[in-house]
């Protein structure tokens, strides 16, 4: 079965570039989530999606930041313009509805290497 | 104060030795609690969730302690391929956010 698939693996672009990230989640998942990772901070998360629905967006770092999940099946995180310290690995995760017990797993995709000049 | 509270380590442990992880969290409000493994330059994957009773996969035995708040990983017997970055995870009720640690890094040598 086809997991959360992200594109690109890698990007390296000069600053003041606008960047796109893409991803498309698991067939039938209801959850989208967007995350950030870096050394320092770890692991957070930007924003997520019901059903195409942005939920939270209280994550999202700034104006210059952006999502979308048009339909079911592709979501993609903009950034205009980059700058440098937005260099982190970036990742999309799934998961199905949580349930009462919100014991679903997220399955994150192999996640995009962003390098800002 | 961070949400989810790891020790970073590294912890650099033996082939064969026993190995325990603990985490806190700070919110009371917190239902769902997992462990998720990172393998270096990977993708976060579900390790196991952690039930209030306690339970166990194989090597893996995973607690809860809401009093205390805080929640264990032990690995036991353990493998060079457990050699990875255990994150430590916690849901608050009543959304469907997960809050991640920042990880505790595993070394396990021959």
């Given at each position: 079965d086809a997991g959360v698939i992200q594109s690109p693996r890698h990007e390296v672009t000069e600053m003041g570039q606008e960047v796109t990230l893409r991803c498309k989640p698991i067939s039938g998942h209801d959850y989208l989530?967007?995350?950030?990772?870096?050394?320092?901070?770890?692991?957070?998360?930007?924003?997520?999606?019901n059903n195409n629905v942005p939920i939270d967006d209280s994550g999202m770092p700034e104006d210059r930041f952006s999502a979308k999940m048009p339909n079911a099946s592709f979501s993609t995180l903009k950034i205009q313009p980059?700058?440098?310290?937005?260099?982190?690995?970036?990742?999309?995760?799934?998961?199905?509805?949580?349930?009462?017990?919100?014991?679903?797993?997220q399955h994150f995709g192999d996640g995009t290497r962003l390098s800002i000049l | 104060?961070?949400?989810?509270?790891?020790?970073?380590?590294?912890?650099?442990?033996?082939?064969?030795?026993?190995?325990?992880f603990n985490c806190t969290y700070s919110n009371s409000a917190s239902q769902s609690f997992f462990w998720y493994r990172q393998d270096c330059r990977k993708e976060p994957k579900l390790l196991m969730s952690v039930y209030?009773?306690?339970?166990?996969?194989?090597?893996?035995?995973?607690?809860?302690?809401?009093?205390?708040?805080?929640?264990?990983?032990?690995?036991?017997?353990?493998?060079?391929?457990?050699?990875?970055?255990y994150l430590c995870v916690?849901?608050?009720?009543?959304?469907?956010?997960?809050?991640?640690?920042?990880?505790?890094?595993?070394?396990v040598f021959p």
């Open positions: 989530f967007w995350y950030r990772q870096t050394m320092m901070r770890g692991l957070e998360l930007l924003i997520y999606f980059s700058e440098p310290r937005d260099s982190a690995v970036y990742f999309c995760a799934s998961s199905l509805v949580s349930g009462a017990a919100g014991k679903q797993p | 104060r961070k949400e989810v509270e790891q020790d970073p380590g590294p912890f650099n442990v033996p082939e064969g030795a026993t190995v325990a209030s009773s306690g339970n166990e996969d194989g090597r893996f035995t995973a607690q809860l302690n809401r009093a205390s708040q805080y929640i264990s990983l032990l690995i036991r017997d353990s493998k060079l391929s457990d050699s990875a970055t916690v849901r608050q009720l009543g959304t469907d956010k997960l809050i991640f640690g920042t990880g505790t890094r595993l070394q």
